[in-house]
């Protein structure tokens, strides 16, 4: 696979509802700080961003891909829904911070999954 001059970035609306669920949570868990820490998630996310459009496979492999358990092939499930409805054939992951980013990639385009803290242990999907 070739590195694109600049791959599109786009996301889901799955993806906008996680965001949207981490900025609630960090109100809820300290009004006070819920500001400064959701910026400074999404300064962070604007950065992997810009890696992902030079670097398409920048990410790790998807690692429930590979799950056996029951819970691993139920996640994995959700997973492949939300990527074929996205219509691109690799999955990765992108840890940004505290966070995990799930994508979608072809060789010119990114499309943002899901969103998850790194100790949730699946991704959400909105149906």
């Not at 998630?41 to 604007?46: C, F």
């Not at 496979?57 to 990527?83: D, E, I, W, Y």
Request: net charge positive.
């Amino acid at each position: 696979m070739a590195l694109p001059v600049n791959a599109r970035i786009g996301a889901t609306p799955n993806f906008a509802s996680n965001l949207e669920q981490v900025r609630v949570f960090f109100v809820t868990q300290d009004a006070a700080t819920a500001l400064t820490r959701f910026n400074q998630l999404k300064g962070e996310l604007r950065e992997m961003k810009r890696i992902l459009s030079w670097s398409p496979v920048g990410g790790r492999p998807a690692r429930f891909l590979n799950g056996h358990s029951v819970q691993a092939q139920m996640c994995t499930a959700s997973v492949m829904q939300l990527a074929a409805q996205a219509g691109r054939p690799f999955l990765r992951e992108y840890v940004v911070a505290q966070h995990v980013v799930l994508y979608a990639h072809s060789d010119s385009e990114v499309i943002l999954l899901a969103l998850k803290h790194h100790r949730q242990l699946a991704y959400s999907a909105i149906q």
